[in-house]
Structure formats: C-alpha cells, structure tokens
C-alpha cells in the first residue's frame, strides 16, 4: 500500500486511457459537447436466455460520490504530469449528465441497451470503466443465481461464497446480487447486515475436530444455541454423524429447534436418501436435510432426476466465481455525438460479423408482454422518439435474419430504461431489496419456460423497430460512402 497519498475515491477507478480522452477533449475545447454511450451485452453468460439485471444500486451511489479528492489530483499532477488548467477542470469535476436504466431485478437480454449515459462528453467518458466494472459483475452474478433458482424450484438456497469470492467486495455486492435473483439467506453476515438478508449458517468441521467426536460436539453446540443444523460428515456420515445428531436432538429436547443436518461430502443421493431414512425412523419428518459441496445447477438437477432427498441447498463457489463463465463482457459504446454545429450525429461501429455491428441513435427498448397473461413476446428496440406503447399492431422482426417477422395486437409495452439521474440529479428513489427481489420473481414468471431452461434454450426475440433499421442500414450506407469518398481523396493526394 502506499501511504504517500492519505485519501483515497472512486474517481480514480477508471483507466487511465480515459482520462487521457479528457485531456484531449480539454486541449480540444470539446469537453462539454453531448455525447450518448450505451452499455449492452453481446452473449449470454452460461449459454442462458436472459440475464438478471444487477448493480444500479452501486452505479447510482458511485456517480453521486464522484469527485477527485485532493490527493488524486496530487497524484495526476505528480506520476502522470498533467498540467494545471486541466488538473483545475478535474478538481471540479461532478458527473451533471443523464442516466438512464433498466432497473434492477429486471430482465436483460443480449444487444440491448441495459444502460444509457447522455452528457459532456468528457464526464461519460470517465465513468466507462466503473460502470462496466459494477454491471459486469453484478449481472454476471445474478444470472448465475437465477439458473440456480430455476433447478431449486422452491427449495431454499443459501450463499456461502464469500472464502472463494474474488476478494472482499465481489463477495459482498455478488451476495447481493444473488439475493436479488432468487437465493434466500446468506452466511455473509455484512452483506445480511448491509442489505437486509437474512444470515443464515450451520458450523463447520473444524468444530467438530476441536471436539475429536460428533456427540459433544454436537451437545456443546446445542447448549449454546436454539436453531441447530449439525454438521454430519466430518467422520462418517451415516454411522456416526446421524445418529449423534439424533443422540443430541433427542436428549436435548424442547430445549433445542433441530432444524435439520448438512452434508458436505460423499455421493450426496445416495447418502442423502440413508439420512432421509435415519432421520425418518426416529421420528425426525420434519428436520431438514441441508448439503453443500461445489455444487451448481447442474449437479443440483442431477442430484434431483437422482431422487436425492436434500431440501436446502448451500451453494458457494460456483456462484460467487461465475466459475464456468467469468465475464458477462458487457460494453460501453457511443451512438450519438454532437457535431460542429450543434446538431446530434447517431455514430456506429462497422464489424465484418453483423451480429457485432451495433445499433446507431439514442434508443429505448419496449418489453412486449401479452395483454391477457402478461406472458413475454420480446423486446422492441425503438428510437427514443418512437412511441410502440400507443400502436395497435406492431411489426416484429429478426434485426439480422428479417424474414424471422410476426405482427402483434393487444400486447402491452413497458419501457425497460428508466431516468435514473437527470441533469446529475438522482430521480429514482432506489427501491428497498425485498421489492426488488419481489419484482424480479415476478419478471421471471412472465418468461416462458423454452428462454428458461438452463440447456439449450430458445433464442427470445430482440427486435429492432422498423424506424431504428431503416436508420442503422442508412448509416451503414454513409460511413461506406464517406470511406469511398476519403480513399478517393487520398488516391488523389498520393499523385
Ligand atoms: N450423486 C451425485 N451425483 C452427481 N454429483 C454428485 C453426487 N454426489 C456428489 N456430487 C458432486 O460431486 C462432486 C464430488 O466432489 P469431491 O470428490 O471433491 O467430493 P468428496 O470427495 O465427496 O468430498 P471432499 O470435499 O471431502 O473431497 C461435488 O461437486 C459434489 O457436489
Ligand atoms: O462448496 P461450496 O459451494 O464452495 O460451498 C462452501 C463450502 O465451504 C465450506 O467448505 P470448507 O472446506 O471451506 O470448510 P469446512 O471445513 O467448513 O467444510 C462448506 O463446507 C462448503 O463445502
Ligand atoms: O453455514 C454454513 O454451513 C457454511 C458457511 C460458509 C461456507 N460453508 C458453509
């Protein structure tokens, strides 16, 4: 650590090649001139159908705290040499843009905008790097969760990443964002206590090696404490682990809830179904059979087609390390700028694979649902001034394979970004996380199952409007022409 500089902000956290773009634009006069960035995913984490929608919460508490300290701007003046007028303008610096967003806990598919950022160029240039940092890991979490949720069904899902969390922060703000997609506690008693979780936690082994048997310490575990989930495993599960767990709950009684025992080792159908029984014979229905283990949804479906009899699944790991996908590879592109005139230009990038070329113009994306069930027909994405939600039909159709088209009627349209922050001010009152978790279960039921399922599922209809097409192919059409045109000039300019 270096302790040559005493304070410390989020301003700094960001790339340098970003603040190098502002002095630029400093130089050029040109700090102040609109400019619209979109931030958008291109895959699906996990080969899903959809992604969670996590990480506004911090985005927002970011963007209001941002401000160089006086030691960042000692440190650019000292290590990076920038001269005083542009050190003056960072010293002042207060992000006075507009954000929009999709709100979190909602559903997110791949080439939509999930957030939107229009102001002084220079402003949304700085925060590029923090907000994908925070979008990319939160939803890239919460997509995980939501995968493992589906396979859970009802069953209660507990957190336990935060030993194998890429460090302290992931493990906290990942916690979350498994929260808000669907698990119900977490062993994580920070995040329980800073975002209102439920904490919830059995006891590890080495409690039972501190006691070198099962039974005391089963018993000193249970004369401390009401709710008890003992640990069954450490030696043998199924000989020594149960039945003193059984010994333990009987003796004790009143005195103790038995909620139930976990297991963290073995082939967990197998043993599980033994425990279901042991537990079963002394008269113990109701105590719940907990496991953990590097567990997953694909594990945790096999283990059900399996008929393992576990009802509460921990899961660390292989959530909170997104461990067989670990970025969601989300970016931040500019669709709009301003010219010389004043007059907005809609801006896009060219790619050889069309899947890659993105969208021009500021846009906002319609979530399509039936009107009857509410059930999700996909999503229409629409050119800010465009307004579908007043339409009585609309033209959906494939933004690459046009002739994938459907026309609909009595659909509802609801508006996926939000003003979050106007003009720098916040608009948005942040909802609390039980609301959020609330609003993204009931996201979750209007999907169908076929974008649902974790293997294989359909592709869910991101559409463009007729009017955002019209305009990309338009713009596709005059970057060619202005590449003509400057190669030609340049052919001449050789002679
Ligand atoms: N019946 C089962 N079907 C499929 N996978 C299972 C089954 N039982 C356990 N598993 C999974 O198989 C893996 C077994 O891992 P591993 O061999 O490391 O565990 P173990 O040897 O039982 O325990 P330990 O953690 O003590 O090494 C874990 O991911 C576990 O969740
Ligand atoms: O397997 P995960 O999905 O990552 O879940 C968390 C794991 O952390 C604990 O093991 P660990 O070996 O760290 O400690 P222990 O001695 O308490 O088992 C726990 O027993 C789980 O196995
Ligand atoms: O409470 C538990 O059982 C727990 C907590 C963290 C990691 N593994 C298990």
């Not at 508490?61 to 701007?73: A, G, H, M, V």
């Not at 026309?407 to 349209?413: E, L, N, P, R």
């Not at 609801?414 to 720098?424: E, H, Y």
Request: charged share 30%.
């Amino acid at each position: 650590m270096n302790f040559e500089y005493k304070d410390d902000s989020f301003a700094l956290h960001t790339d340098l090649y970003q603040i190098n773009m502002m002095k630029t634009y400093w130089d050029e006069g040109i700090t102040e001139k609109r400019a619209i960035f979109e931030l958008y995913f291109r895959k699906y984490p996990f080969k899903n159908g959809y992604a969670v929608y996590a990480g506004l919460e911090r985005l927002v508490n970011y963007i209001q705290n941002l401000k160089f300290s006086d030691t960042d701007i000692d440190y650019l003046r000292e290590k990076v040499g920038y001269d005083e007028g542009f050190l003056e303008y960072l010293k002042n610096f207060r992000f006075s843009g507009t954000i929009r967003s999709a709100v979190e806990g909602d559903l997110v598919f791949a080439n939509e905008p999930i957030v939107q950022v229009e102001g002084p160029l220079a402003e949304c240039q700085l925060i590029e790097t923090a907000l994908l940092n925070i979008v990319n890991f939160q939803t890239l979490i919460a997509t995980k969760a939501a995968r493992l949720r589906y396979v859970c069904d009802g069953d209660p899902l507990m957190e336990f990443g935060s030993r194998r969390a890429q460090e302290m922060d992931a493990a906290i703000w990942g916690t979350r964002a498994a929260y808000i997609a669907g698990f119900n506690a977490t062993s994580n008693v920070r995040a329980a206590k800073m975002f209102g979780i439920p904490a919830s936690g059995t006891h590890a082994h080495s409690m039972v090696q501190v006691y070198r048997n099962d039974y005391d310490a089963f018993m000193a575990y249970a004369r401390s404490h009401k709710d008890c989930v003992f640990l069954v495993d450490t030696y043998d599960t199924l000989k020594s682990g149960v039945p003193n767990a059984i010994k333990v709950a009987k003796e004790m009684g009143d005195k103790i809830n038995f909620l139930g025992v976990r297991i963290d080792s073995g082939d967990m159908a197998y043993i599980s179904k033994k425990v279901r029984q042991q537990l079963d014979e002394a008269g113990f229905t109701e105590a719940k059979i907990y496991a953990s283990n590097d567990l997953d949804e694909l594990t945790i479906l096999n283990l059900k087609m399996q008929g393992a009899k576990i009802d509460v699944w921990g899961v660390g790991t292989k959530l909170i390390t997104a461990y067989d996908q670990p970025a969601l590879g989300a970016v931040y592109k500019l669709v709009s700028i301003e010219d010389e005139t004043g007059k907005m230009v809609d801006t896009m990038k060219i790619s050889s694979n069309a899947e890659k070329v993105s969208t021009p113009g500021k846009k906002q994306i319609w979530r399509i649902t039936r009107k009857r069930d509410g059930k999700s027909e996909g999503d229409y994405i629409a050119l800010w001034e465009e307004r579908p939600d007043q339409e009585k039909e609309l033209f959906m159709f494939h933004p690459v394979f046009t002739y994938i088209n459907k026309t609909i009627s009595d659909f509802d349209a609801r508006p996926v970004l939000q003003d979050i922050i106007v003009d720098g001010k916040l608009v948005y009152e942040l909802p609390v996380l039980a609301d959020i978790k609330a609003f993204s279960e009931d996201q979750m039921n209007g999907l169908w199952d076929e974008y649902k399922r974790i293997l294989n599922p359909e592709d869910y209809p991101v559409d463009l409007s007729q009017k955002t097409y019209d305009h990309k192919m338009n713009t596709i059409k005059l970057i060619k022409e202005q590449i003509k045109t400057e190669a030609v000039l340049m052919e001449k300019g050789k002679k």
